[in-house]
């Protein structure tokens, strides 16, 4: 029972299961960090915001997760009061990585506190298109839809998302968790979205 235990702690450490807190006091002082913010159900670790959070570990980031635990706080405050004591210019990369309601938290956040920091968008809503109000955040922003997703008119976001000069995938028939009715093409799908993701971090990293 004992070498068992061990052995889950051993693979737990190196797949980075106990290091995603949402205390910054946990921090290491690396120069990368990313910051992943959930859905309202859609949880860090389901399969985008965990493989994303692997992938960024590998490439040296420090991870921190934000969570909605506070029912009588709105969601974008517990998302403030987290993020209110980083000091963003300590860093010479940042990352946000969200998830449906996340985008537009992170949005607006990113707007009222006028940061340079990238944003990796998964399903996003139309509000964090809004709150970014600038058509130049293309620059800094990636987006992932599919075309079923019940949560967003996807026309107005492909067309938002044009205007803005954001770069947005899409793919046929996948809903608001971005999978398929046929199950058998959602680990390709989330491969692709993978492999995007990383050539994205890759580039700004090498670019910075």
Not at 85 to 96: A, C, H, K, L, R
Not at 117 to 122: E, F, G, H, N
Not at 183 to 195: G, H
Request: net charge negative.
């Amino acid at each position: 029972m004992k070498r068992l235990l061990s052995l889950i702690i051993v693979l737990a450490l190196a797949t980075g299961i106990f290091a995603c807190s949402a205390d910054t006091s946990d921090l290491r002082g690396s120069k990368k960090l990313a910051v992943l913010f959930p859905g309202m159900g859609y949880t860090t670790d389901r399969p985008l915001l965990s493989e994303s959070r692997k992938l960024l570990e590998k490439e040296g980031y420090e991870i921190l997760c934000i969570e909605w635990e506070n029912p009588v706080k709105t969601r974008y405050d517990q998302a403030s009061e987290i993020l209110d004591s980083i000091n963003f210019y300590e860093y010479e990369d940042v990352i946000f990585v969200c998830k449906s309601i996340g985008t537009e938290i992170a949005s607006t956040y990113v707007a009222k506190h006028d940061l340079d920091v990238k944003q990796i968008w998964y399903t996003p809503l139309m509000g964090a298109f809004e709150a970014c109000d600038s058509d130049d955040c293309g620059d800094t922003i990636i987006a992932f839809i599919g075309t079923s997703d019940g949560r967003s008119d996807v026309s107005q976001i492909r067309e938002k998302a044009a205007r803005m000069n954001i770069e947005l995938h899409l793919y046929d028939g996948c809903d608001h968790s971005l999978e398929c009715k046929d199950a058998s093409k959602n680990r390709e799908i989330l491969d692709d979205i993978m492999k995007i993701t990383r050539d994205y971090v890759i580039k700004d990293i090498h670019e910075a």
